[in-house]
């Protein structure tokens, strides 16, 4: 069966301080993996997804980058926090796109 | 533009209720709706949604779609303290990337 891992469950960071968060998915090979930031009382917003290896596509302009350097590992990125970075950022990944994401149990991230 | 309203946006309820959750969209090419349900963490995935007016059910949880009227309920019947959470619907709309697009979510409170 496949399992969706994130790293850290809980983050406090001073602000311009860097950010690196590790999702990694088993069982799988060849998903499609997201990006989502959940703001408080706020959806779920899409940041970046990956079809493959190397390839991103960010959803809005940010502060953030993401990379994808093996085919179940998924980074989000930052060089310098600001406080609009603290959310919950939640990891996901689907066989397709388009097809039922499944996601990560998360990171909360507070920017202080 | 896509968009995915839910509603309400808040709604408590005392256990052994029946509740209606809803959720209406506007699309340009409709795919598929999806539901979830999201305790403290991340989302747990609990309907796909792609044809009107067969219904989909687990347990007591159903939910159903009409793609005429562009919305889908999700129904909740003997509720029970368990069920308190965050319910999010999500459409996939069959534009260039095929993307997941949420509503802002559903947060549910049964009182014992």
């Known amino acids: 069966s496949q399992t969706i891992h994130q790293w850290p469950a809980t983050l406090v960071q001073p602000v311009g301080s860097p950010l690196s968060l590790e999702c990694t998915v088993e069982?799988?090979?060849?998903?499609?993996l997201y990006w989502y930031r959940q703001a408080a009382g706020r959806g779920l917003q899409l940041l970046f997804y990956?079809?493959?290896?190397?390839?991103i596509s960010s959803e809005v302009p940010q502060n953030l980058s993401a990379s994808r350097p093996q085919d179940r590992q998924f980074i989000l990125s930052s060089k310098k926090l600001l406080l609009s970075d603290s959310g919950f950022y939640l990891c996901?990944?689907?066989?397709?796109?388009?097809?039922?994401?499944?996601f990560g149990p998360g990171t909360r991230l507070l920017v202080l | 533009e896509d968009k995915v309203v839910q509603s309400p946006l808040s709604l408590v309820v005392h256990e052994g209720d029946t509740v209606t959750l809803n959720c209406s969209y506007e699309?340009?090419?409709?795919?598929?709706l999806l539901w979830y349900k999201q305790e403290k963490k991340a989302p747990t995935f609990l309907f796909m949604l792609?044809?009107?007016?067969i219904e989909k059910k687990s347990g007591r949880l159903s939910s159903i779609l009409d793609k005429k009227e562009l919305f889908s309920i999700l129904n909740i019947t003997a509720t029970q303290t368990g069920d308190s959470a965050v319910y999010l619907c999500?459409?996939?709309?069959?534009?260039?990337?095929?993307?997941?697009?949420f509503g802002k979510g559903t947060r549910l409170h049964i009182l014992p």
């Open positions: 996901a990944w689907s066989r397709q796109l388009g097809e039922t994401q499944y």
């Open positions: 069982g799988t090979s060849n998903p499609n």
């Open positions: 990956s079809v493959g290896i190397g390839q």
């Open positions: 699309v340009t090419n409709f795919r598929s």
């Open positions: 792609t044809s009107s007016g």
């Open positions: 999500a459409g996939v709309f069959m534009n260039r990337d095929d993307k997941i697009i």
